[in-house]
């Protein structure tokens, strides 16, 4: 009966490190490398904004930073950390330009010098700089708002108040935060749009959207941009995001 012999593990490349090649040269070995020191690894992953910091800016793991110098907006539901000298106080909801008794529930007003990390949770945070640019937004994607900016907030008309707004215009910077990738459809007079309820975020420009009567769409007219949310692959929305032109649908 024959009896089966093991045999010798053979090295894939002819070498083992240490040991010699099959020319007899000696193979280099590999240093591991060094395990930095508790004090030289903090400080090297500082998440402290620096002097050029912009108010907002994103992590490398995508959360939201928000540089306070003097007065931010901002949204404060998904702190991961924060500085602990900002003097809080509510906002008042400004509607046509003029301030209102109702408190803005959405934002707060953060004075003084510091900064403070928002969790992305699962979702993904953009930061927008508007240059001289007239810009609304759905309510609920707004997660902070320079204090440089003009604001206030409304309903979308014929929307019998179900989507809430913010109008910013000016120079400064905003934040949003959607599910999926934000991308943007262009308007223009010739070729209206139509876009699902549940991707709608925005627009940008002299953008007329209204909520057509079955409720599913909004059709956008006018001249510019709208902003339009894609579902998360593998995990769609109740609502599928649809944008199809809107010529001949009305």
């Not at 400080?43 to 930073?65: C, K, Q």
Request: include cysteine; hydrophobic fraction near 40%; glycine fraction near 10%.
């Amino acid at each position: 009966m024959r009896r089966l012999v093991a045999a010798e593990p053979r090295e894939i490349a002819g070498t083992r490190p240490g040991g010699r090649d099959r020319c007899g040269s000696l193979a280099p070995v590999v240093a591991p490398s060094p395990i930095p020191g508790v004090t030289e690894f903090a400080f090297g992953r500082l998440l402290n904004p620096g002097r050029d910091t912009p108010t907002l800016s994103l992590t490398v793991d995508g959360h939201l930073m928000v540089t306070v110098r003097g007065e931010m907006m901002t949204r404060t539901e998904a702190v991961l950390l924060s500085s602990e000298n900002f003097e809080v106080r509510p906002v008042n909801r400004r509607m046509q330009g003029r301030a209102v008794p109702e408190v803005f529930q959405r934002l707060v007003s953060l004075e003084g010098e510091g900064h403070l990390v928002l969790s992305r949770e699962t979702e993904k945070f953009l930061a927008l700089e508007l240059q001289r640019d007239l810009c609304f937004f759905v309510e609920s994607y707004i997660w902070a708002v320079e204090s440089t900016l003009m604001w206030d907030v409304g309903q979308l008309p014929r929307s019998h108040r179900s989507i809430q707004l913010v109008r910013v215009a000016g120079e400064g910077a905003v934040a949003v935060r959607v599910p999926g990738e934000l991308v943007a459809v262009k308007i223009a007079p010739e070729r209206p749009y139509r876009v699902h309820r549940s991707g709608f975020v925005g627009w940008v420009g002299n953008v007329v959207p209204y909520l057509e009567t079955a409720g599913d769409f909004l059709h956008c007219e006018g001249e510019g941009a709208v902003f339009v949310g894609l579902p998360v692959p593998g995990n769609p929305l109740q609502s599928p995001v649809a944008a199809k032109s809107g010529e001949g649908s009305r």
